[in-house]
């Protein structure tokens, strides 16, 4: 009966923030609650995170799946971690493989980069965490066994995106049993991911990369097609490193380093802080501008210099020189919009969630399989679905992120975290592709120079910059804004409401006593928190 209920939500709402001394947010309610139920038995953020986002490849699959790859940024005991659980490219992938191609295929095997998110569950609760970590994934298990009902958005994209990947070997089996995607409020019950996810938690993750899983993986691909092989798997390993940083008033924002493309908003950041933000206004037409300005020259030098950290000519260090970003700064221009070219330094589909608890431990974690369901290839009767995030090498021969065997792609899934005077502030991040780095400037901004809290932030209009370049912004940005960023020569498109293509943010702030935690209205999510 409630398949044939009216969905649509046709009056202005915004979520209300949560404060609480414990907390978690993130994009679907169910997993939300799961990470709440691991600090309710006694487990810390770190062991919060890792339910939620185990609970995320059953409850939202049309962003990610137990097959893609994840990063997560951690603050525990007043230092701040990186982990970076991102796979490379199987062992057959020469640039001769795609001989013939001008660019990556976008489904399918040929996309297919080994899967390393479930290795960093293992090495994120093996170092940090406190509960066991099978009963991490107990939550997760009970929604792919008994069913849940789907929520109102994630069947908008399961609709929008099975009918592109009914054609990839094992997708229309595992994700249209019926023919086609399940409604909003229809039951939901995947009995084989239930399965897969106890072998994960009963072997460590083991059978994954070295086992039966990788097994069926590997027979899956020998047998559609596909490159992956068990010496691929066997080999991922997940890697620690030290966060990447830049200063923005007084306050610091932390990424992941690359393969990662958050350098991009550090470096989009380190270009604002020549700037004053704070006279021109919050939400003012040369706020936008000088944003997206700095935006674009970012990403002009993203995909130019940044791959696999041992594939880059130009090392971060470089890109983040206060000299260099000096420098980029100078080519804007508050009177008109140019076209950005990269620079030369000196040499020298996803989900994100957050945790915070008392003991003052904060998560910052993504993990995807980027374009929706990924690539399409589902390993029958196991409910894994592989990534896509092939798709982000290039063709080009001798460019920094061409393809080649056992190299990590440029990756877009960014989680982010700012510090104070050494101290943690916020654990945020604002998923969805590209739009990843643009949301963490536009957040960052946002709170260091205008102090707006983080629901505030979340609420806000945002900017979305792409290829041509087009700047796509929101329905909800005042047009006399919108007229004043055409008359400065940027191609402006302004999405319609209900548009998905902005992201979805999800943010903890820490309070002097608790936290305040928030929720993007843009997606089904939720706050919650005791």
């Not at 054609?167 to 019926?178: I, S, V």
């Not at 992941?256 to 604002?272: E, H, R, V």
């Not at 460019?399 to 005077?421: C, E, R, S, Y």
């Not at 998905?500 to 006593?513: K, P």
């Amino acid at each position: 009966m409630s398949a044939s209920l009216d969905w649509s939500l046709p009056y202005p709402s915004r979520k209300m923030p949560v404060l609480a001394a414990n907390a978690v947010a993130t994009s679907q309610p169910l997993a939300a609650q799961a990470g709440l139920r691991m600090m309710l038995a006694g487990g810390n953020a770190v062991d919060s995170a890792i339910a939620t986002a185990i609970a995320l490849t059953v409850v939202e699959p049309v962003m990610n799946g137990i097959g893609g790859d994840m990063f997560a940024l951690i603050w525990h005991e007043g230092r701040l971690y990186s982990l970076n659980s991102s796979g490379c490219a199987p062992a057959a992938w020469t640039p001769e493989y795609f001989q013939g191609r001008d660019a990556m295929p976008p489904t399918g095997w040929g996309t297919v980069t080994v899967p390393g998110q479930v290795a960093g569950w293992k090495a994120l609760s093996e170092r940090l965490g406190k509960l066991p970590f099978a009963k991490l994934f107990e939550p997760a298990i009970e929604y792919a066994e008994n069913g849940f009902p789907v929520s109102p958005t994630i069947a908008r994209q399961w609709a929008t995106q099975a009918p592109k990947l009914a054609h990839e070997p094992g997708f229309a089996e595992a994700f249209l049993p019926q023919g086609r995607a399940p409604q909003a409020g229809e039951w939901w019950r995947f009995p084989e991911q239930a399965r897969t996810l106890r072998e994960i938690a009963e072997t460590g993750g083991e059978s994954f990369y070295r086992g039966n899983l990788a097994k069926r993986i590997a027979d899956h691909a020998r047998a559609t097609g596909g490159a992956l092989t068990e010496a691929d798997l066997a080999a991922h390993q997940a890697e620690w490193a030290e966060p990447i940083s830049q200063g923005f008033r007084d306050h610091r924002l932390h990424e992941c380093p690359p393969n990662g493309q958050g350098i991009a908003a550090l470096m989009a950041l380190g270009i604002l802080e020549r700037f004053d933000l704070e006279s021109m206004g919050v939400d003012s037409a040369d706020y936008y501008h000088v944003s997206i300005e700095a935006m674009k020259l970012a990403f002009a030098d993203l995909h130019h210099h940044i791959a696999d950290p041992r594939h880059m000519r130009v090392p971060a260090a470089a890109l983040l020189d206060p000299s260099y970003l000096a420098e980029r700064a100078k080519l804007i221009s508050m009177e008109r919009a140019a076209v950005p070219v990269a620079g030369t330094p000196k040499s020298g589909g996803t989900v994100y969630l957050t945790a915070a608890d008392a003991a003052g431990t904060m998560v910052s974690f993504i993990q995807s399989n980027y374009h929706g369901f990924g690539s399409g290839v589902v390993v029958p009767g196991t409910g894994i679905s592989l990534h896509n995030r092939g798709l982000n090498f290039v063709l080009t021969p001798g460019h920094a992120n061409q393809v080649a065997p056992g190299k990590k792609p440029m990756h877009t899934i960014i989680p982010a975290f700012v510090t104070k005077d050494g101290a943690a502030v916020m654990s945020y991040g604002v998923m969805g592709g590209s739009m990843q780095a643009q949301g963490h400037l536009q957040m960052m901004t946002r709170l260091a120079a205008f102090r707006q809290n983080p629901q505030a932030m979340c609420d806000a209009p945002r900017f979305r910059v792409e290829a041509g370049p087009v700047v796509n912004v929101e329905s909800h940005l005042p047009a006399d804004v919108v007229a004043t960023l055409r008359a400065r020569g940027h191609n402006v498109a302004v999405a319609p409401a209900d548009s998905l293509e902005f992201g979805s943010a999800q943010l903890i702030y820490r309070m002097e006593h608790g936290y305040f935690a928030a929720s993007d209205a843009r997606r089904d999510g939720q706050a919650v928190g005791f």
